[in-house]
């Protein structure tokens, strides 16, 4: 009983996964213990009981049920049975970790993270993940001390703060600038471009909006972006983590208390060090926000213009005017705005 297999390889004790009722344990263990069913036995897919008890829908390779709910106990269950089992990946390249992040609560999730923590490094996205479970999952350790994990974090990040404005507040209701700048300091996230580039971006999103840039201010995200602009290394692998960087930067320099926070960060004297690099002068997007930033500085404070005057900014902006793939209108006028802020 319950080890012949049906359609699509379930046995009986993956169908009482699946189902999870209130009677799943009892059942669960009385096919294990009393009629020797394998609870290692993996359906088709390669899916295994405890992806099946997470909520792993059988018909497509991605979950789209918002409303599942899975029986925790259950899961317990099946973990102290076989610990092992969130070791396992499926033919679509999951583990159970996946549908962990989407479905349980975050104690649960981190007690599968806990056994696999490799789980989360392997990931190339995670989707469907709670804004809660990402921020909190963002402050863990295990996530500062990969940048493989920040990389995918910071990207799902990404994601909810550039959906939807509603998606935008709950991030900031969730703490979520917080929660990047911390990850924007670690030294793992500053030497591997992916999880720098995927951290900035989703600063970037959130730095859009006036309710946005006061939350990264009061997370201090000036100074966290300026040190990274300063990581040569990330900047010059990647043409889209100058963008982002300088793009959030600019963004925050729009509000007085912005360019006040990014003047203590000496963020005028950064952009113009970048803005003399080859790499930064023949991207276009860089030199907008760049030259739009040394604008708001120098236009705007007195302070701000000083700071600009002493790091040559108009010599080096002067230089850029002359670039031919600088021409465009919307490039060319920002620059020719930030030398006129000067003279």
């Not at 793992?188 to 201010?217: R, Y």
């Not at 236009?299 to 040559?312: E, I, N, P, T, Y």
């Amino acid at each position: 009983m319950g080890k012949k297999k049906g359609k699509r390889g379930i046995n009986r004790l993956m169908a009482v996964c699946i189902t999870h009722g209130s009677l799943s344990i009892m059942r669960a263990q009385s096919l294990i213990q009393d009629h020797g069913v394998d609870i290692n036995e993996k359906d088709d897919r390669g899916r295994n009981v405890l992806h099946l008890a997470l909520g792993a829908n059988y018909y497509e390779p991605w979950p789209h049920n918002e409303f599942t709910c899975i029986n925790e106990d259950l899961v317990r269950f099946l973990m102290k049975l076989n610990p092992d089992l969130a070791k396992v990946k499926d033919k679509d390249g999951m583990y159970p970790l996946f549908w962990a992040l989407r479905y349980a609560t975050y104690d649960l999730m981190k007690q599968i993270l806990t056994v696999h923590p490799e789980a989360l490094f392997e990931m190339d996205r995670i989707r469907g993940t709670s804004i809660i479970t990402l921020t909190a999952l963002a402050g863990e350790r295990i996530t500062k001390d990969s940048p493989a994990a920040a990389r995918i974090i910071g990207e799902a990040l990404f994601d909810c703060a550039s959906r939807n404005e509603y998606e935008e507040q709950a991030c900031i209701d969730a703490g979520v600038p917080a929660a990047l700048v911390a990850l924007a300091k670690e030294k793992s996230v500053k030497k591997f471009v992916s999880a720098a580039k995927e951290v900035a971006n989703a600063l970037f999103a959130i730095t859009k909006s006036d309710e946005g840039q006061v939350a990264c201010i009061e997370a201090k995200a000036p100074a966290a972006l300026t040190a990274l602009a300063k990581e040569k290394v990330v900047l010059k692998e990647r043409k889209d983590a100058v963008e982002v960087i300088t793009g959030a930067l600019y963004y925050l320099t729009k509000s007085e208390d912005g360019r006040k926070a990014c003047l203590d960060a000496k963020t005028p004297a950064v952009l113009i060090a970048l803005a003399k690099e080859t790499f930064v002068a023949e991207n276009r997007k860089a030199v907008y926000y760049i030259s739009g930033a040394i604008y708001n500085f120098a236009f705007w404070s007195l302070a701000g213009r000083k700071a600009c005057l002493a790091a040559d900014a108009p010599t080096v902006l002067t230089a850029l005017s002359g670039e031919k793939n600088l021409k465009k209108k919307k490039v060319a006028r920002n620059i020719d705005a930030a030398i006129k802020s000067m003279e």
